[in-house]
T-cell receptor
């Protein structure tokens, strides 16, 4: 079974600075998806960024980018120019590509605080 | 487009009572998921539907939890009888199909007294 580990329960950063959230995962599969989701107090899980394991190029979405190290099974999220609205819980998630196995396996989450 | 709708937003019951949650996925989304998120943890899949059929319910406590998806659209998740450890947020998500992004609702926060 796949597992996802986020070793940082909490992180904080000054507004406008850069922060990196860590995630490692364990799988025996060669093809899969990795995701970062943001969960504000409203509870809705919002997709931040997605990475396909077969793509070597790291995904980027505006101020959000990932550092995907497939051999090391590491998938970190970098947030540049942090804004107050970025404050939330961030979850790393894994999804298999196999038929039917579409569930997301989540890590424990990292609470990100933005200091003004 | 309208998002995934869930109700109620909050529910408080006593242990051993029953409770039901409702989810309306995004129109046209064939796949529907129910996740349980215990405080301080990431969500865990309870059950996945593809249209009317169950794809994965391996982590659903079937002695007390049940779920159905009527006509491949709306879904209800029921707990009967509830235990203290069922206190959690119950999230519903939907996707167009396999390998498509999952869109989440706002969840239902369940508190068991």
């Amino acid at each position: 079974a796949q597992t996802v580990t986020q070793s940082q329960p909490e992180m904080s950063v000054q507004e406008a600075e850069t922060v990196t959230l860590s995630c490692t995962y364990d799988t025996s599969e060669s093809d899969y998806y990795l995701f970062w989701y943001k969960q504000p107090p409203s509870r809705q899980m919002i997709l931040v960024i997605r990475q396909e394991a077969y793509k070597q190029q790291n995904a980027t979405e505006n101020r959000f980018s990932v550092n995907f190290q497939k051999a090391a099974k590491s998938f970190s999220l970098k947030i540049s120019d942090s804004q107050l609205g970025d404050a939330a819980m961030y979850f790393c998630a894994y999804r298999s590509l196999f038929q039917g196995a579409q569930k997301l396996v989540f890590g424990q989450g990292t609470r990100l605080t933005i200091n003004p | 487009e309208a998002g995934v709708a869930q109700s109620p937003r909050y529910k408080i019951i006593e242990k051993r009572q029953s409770v039901a949650f409702w989810c309306n996925p995004i129109s046209g989304h064939a796949t529907l998921y129910w996740y349980q998120q215990i405080l301080g943890q990431g969500p865990k899949l309870l059950i996945q539907f593809q249209n009317n059929g169950v794809v994965d319910d391996s982590q659903l406590p079937k002695d007390r939890f049940s779920a159905e998806r009527l006509k491949g659209v709306d879904s209800t998740l029921k707990i009967q009888p509830a235990k203290l450890e069922d206190s959690a947020v119950y999230l519903c998500a939907s996707s167009l199909g396999r390998n498509q992004p999952q869109h989440f609702g706002d969840g239902t926060r369940l508190s068991i007294l």
